[in-house]
């Protein structure tokens, strides 16, 4: 049974609301200097300089998410932002990765359902 197009984009939609509130909120704890994420940045050693870096890439993906012509661009910032992480947390800080490999995977979704069409566009009652 194929999903009608209404909900399709009812899906994707709900998807983009859940991602933005999700990296928006991540994003504005880094900004903010929350402990725990001044905590986490610290054991990375790269400096607090990239803990700003991040927040500042998890907002802007979270507004590239809900503005219709950018959401490809969100989720694929949002979800090769979520593959690092991952890697982060395999590599250097440990913790579950599982959280990060989820939000990576449902912006990534969202970035391939959002992608941009390939190819030459026909209108409609014309003929070849």
């Known amino acids: 049974m194929a999903l009608s197009t209404t909900t399709h984009h009812r899906i994707i939609w709900a998807l983009r609301l859940?991602?933005?509130l999700a990296f928006g909120a991540a994003g504005a704890?880094?900004?903010?200097g929350v402990p725990q994420m001044v905590q986490i940045f610290e054991h990375i050693g790269i400096g607090q300089w990239f803990r700003d870096v991040t927040g500042l890439v998890e907002i802007?993906?979270?507004v590239?998410?809900?503005v219709p012509v950018t959401s490809f661009f969100g989720g694929l910032l949002l979800a090769v932002t979520m593959v690092f992480?991952?890697?982060t947390h395999l590599l250097v800080i440990g913790g579950s990765p599982v959280p990060a490999i989820v939000l990576a995977l449902l912006s990534?979704?969202?970035?391939?359902r959002l992608r941009p069409t390939v190819g030459v566009v026909v209108s409609a009652?014309?003929?070849r």
Not at 29 to 32: E, I, R, S, T, Y
Not at 108 to 112: I, P
């Open 60 to 62: 802007t993906g979270a």
């Open 18 to 20: 859940l991602l933005a």
């Open 29 to 32: 704890a880094k900004l903010a």
């Open 125 to 127: 009652g014309a003929t």
């Open 108 to 112: 990534g979704f969202v970035a391939y």
């Open 85 to 87: 992480g991952v890697a």
């Open 64 to 66: 590239l998410l809900l």
